[in-house]
């Protein structure tokens, strides 16, 4: 199996839990699903420098090649802002879990546990 | 390479972070000062920038001085100088209505997230490099979720769960198109990959062509185009007005970068994918406009009307616009102006009316009459027409604009058809709201407690002001709209832009 199969589907797996995750109707749920997908994006953004084994960051002389530095650094920018958004997010989910009495996506309350 | 590029990126973010860290607390009337005195220092700015872009010149300033497709570059040119100009006319009147209505009194760090929200709308109007237009939009982003939730209240936190959830899954389809058209081309420069695209191999036109239309959708849900509209209203209704006038320039940061991007990079000479949003555009942008209006008329509140119209106004502009021609781009240009203005100038009107009624609020009911109604009124009035697009304002001369030049397009005659249905449906939707307003408050007793703002005579004249500003927009239409039109003209000679970003190669 190669290592472009082993990324691609791992892209792939990730990307799909994070997609069923999202569309549910709880804010937790829909938190760790922006998780999933926010790590698809960075395995994905990572994987387009292409996939290089043992080749050195930078220019060497003495290496046949290279690996792309820029999508390390496109992965580095794009994991502080998700991870900070996450933090965001749940954060504000918490507050609106405990203001407006119910976790569900869209803010009506679940009819079948209504408070009583 | 002079420095005033990064001005209006680095001073803002400056200001922010002074009133932030020493101006907290009990000092908010010394950040008042401070923050009006920047705002009106961001109109200087903007007008400076538009003096410097009406030369014709396109200027770019290279962050530490990399050279362009290595480094970020900073590009000012007339689109980019107009915009900058016009988020800084808007910032202006709603920090000066937010602080004469004390809404920076009800939570913290306003003036610190607004003047961080300026950042990153300079900042996206100003960039040349892809990835750096996603941080700005980040940044936009994450100020505009702190502003929309300043005040909070359970309605609007859960109208915020919604709007950051929203985003954020934007935000992760940006990086995918920007993924996959670094990994095709290999640079995130946007002059650069108009380049690369243009002598892209046939292999990779199809991934080319797929980039694309993921970076237009995202784009598209900026701008609330149908069917990634629904987040709009709720968000627009549910914050307070003076933020929602705010973010009414937000929309437009969507069909800011669809123009800019795809007269750049997908123009005519990026091979098979070349016009390629074009085509998914105008059906998308009529049934906004359709959407926009129809939902005017089943409003509840004045917040909601105004964000529908909001909505509308977005599907007429991007009608314009998915024309691809340059006469089309001028009056889109010109409608983008005046939607701004007119749609914040509403939010504000219902603002000072929901101020007024009680517990009615914005409400569209029935309720006893208020003080100030005859002024409230006239606002309101003028607020309408300009949004709906009747004459004697600029609503009824950027439509005009736009109906001249889409004339000679192949779907010319279905635009004209939707947008003179809709204006006669909205038509309807605004004067059955005014009347419901204004003409049938019973006689009686002034609502028990309403919260007229500290300075009732200064939120009206900003209102007002802004109102005369559509006025000026005008009155001086054909100045207006010759810079407009050397703009767009710019826009297609992308030979120009390449040359002043790469340099001559």
Redesign the interface.
């Known amino acids: 199996m190669s290592l472009e199969f082993l990324v691609a589907s791992g892209i792939g797996v990730l990307t799909s839990a994070g997609i069923y995750l999202?569309l549910r109707p709880r804010?937790f749920d829909?938190v760790l699903g922006?998780a999933f997908?926010?790590y698809a994006?960075n395995l994905?953004?990572f994987s387009?420098?292409g996939l290089e084994l043992g080749r050195p960051p930078f220019f060497d002389a003495g290496a046949p090649g290279y690996t792309?530095p820029?999508?390390q650094s496109?992965v580095l920018?794009?994991i502080v802002?998700?991870f900070?958004?996450t933090a965001?997010?749940l954060v504000?989910?918490l507050?609106?879990y405990l203001?407006?009495g119910t976790d569900h996506?869209?803010?009506e309350a679940d009819p079948k546990k209504r408070a009583p | 390479m002079t420095h005033w590029l990064i001005a209006p990126i680095v001073l803002p973010a400056l200001t922010a972070t002074v009133i932030l860290l020493f101006l907290r607390g009990r000092r908010l009337r010394l950040a008042r000062y401070v923050s009006l005195g920047a705002s009106a220092a961001w109109v200087a700015l903007g007008a400076t920038l538009v003096a410097r872009a009406s030369t014709g010149a396109i200027e770019t300033y290279a962050l530490g001085n990399w050279p362009a497709p290595f480094g970020i570059v900073l590009v000012l040119d007339r689109l980019s100088a107009v915009m900058v100009l016009l988020a800084a006319v808007l910032g202006l009147a709603v920090s000066l209505y937010a602080a004469a209505s004390d809404l920076d009194r009800k939570g913290w760090h306003f003036h610190s997230l607004f003047h961080l929200q300026i950042v990153g709308l300079n900042g996206a109007f100003l960039t040349g490099d892809l990835?750096n237009l996603f941080?700005f939009f980040?940044m936009l982003l994450?100020a505009s979720?702190g502003l929309m939730?300043h005040g909070?209240?359970?309605a609007r936190?859960?109208?915020?769960?919604?709007y950051?959830?929203v985003n954020?899954?934007g935000?992760?389809l940006f990086?995918?198109a920007?993924?996959?058209l670094?990994?095709v081309t290999?640079t995130?420069n946007m002059a650069d990959m108009a380049m690369k695209v243009a002598a892209a191999p046939a292999g990779d036109e199809a991934l080319i062509h797929a980039g694309g239309l993921l970076l237009i959708t995202v784009f598209a849900l900026k701008a609330a185009l149908f069917p990634l509209h629904l987040w709009l209203p709720r968000t627009y209704a549910g914050t307070s007005a003076p933020v929602a006038a705010l973010f009414v320039i937000m929309t437009k940061v969507g069909a800011y970068a669809i123009v800019r991007v795809t007269t750049l990079v997908f123009g005519a000479s990026a091979g098979e994918a070349a016009w390629a949003p074009a085509a998914w555009l105008l059906p998308a942008a009529l049934v906004t406009l359709v959407l926009g209006f129809v939902g005017v008329l089943s409003a509840r509140s004045l917040r909601d009307l105004a964000a529908f119209g909001v909505v509308g106004s977005m599907g007429t502009l991007l009608a314009a616009v998915s024309v691809f021609q340059p006469e089309a781009i001028t009056a889109a240009l010109y409608y983008t102006l005046h939607a701004t203005l007119a749609g914040a100038a509403l939010f504000l009107t219902a603002d000072l009316v929901g101020r007024r009624r009680g517990d009615h609020g914005d409400a569209l009911t029935p309720g006893p009459r208020f003080p100030q109604v005859e002024v409230l009124s006239v606002l309101y009035f003028l607020a309408a027409i300009a949004v709906v697009g009747l004459p004697p304002l600029s609503g009824f001369l950027g439509k005009l604009f736009i109906l001249d030049a889409v004339r000679p397009s192949a779907h010319g005659a279905w635009i004209w058809g939707f947008i003179l249905g809709t204006t006669v449906v909205s038509l309807v939707g605004f004067a059955r709201a005014g009347s419901t307003l204004f003409w049938e408050s019973a006689e009686g007793p002034h609502a028990s407690h309403c919260k007229v703002p500290v300075h009732p005579e200064l939120t009206l004249g900003i209102t007002a002001a802004l109102l005369v500003g559509l006025g000026g927009l005008t009155v001086m239409a054909g100045p207006v709209t010759a810079y407009l039109g050397a703009a767009s003209a710019q826009l297609f000679d992308t030979k120009a832009y390449l040359g002043a970003v790469l340099g001559a190669r």
Request: charged share 10%.
């Open positions: 999202l804010t829909v922006l997908l926010s994006i994905f953004l387009m420098g792309d820029v999508p496109l920018t794009a802002i998700s900070a958004m965001l997010l504000l989910s507050r609106t203001e407006a996506v869209d803010g | 990835f941080v980040e994450i979720y939730l909070q209240g359970p936190l859960k109208a915020g769960v919604q950051v959830v954020l899954a935000s992760t990086l995918v920007v993924g996959i670094y990994g290999g995130l």
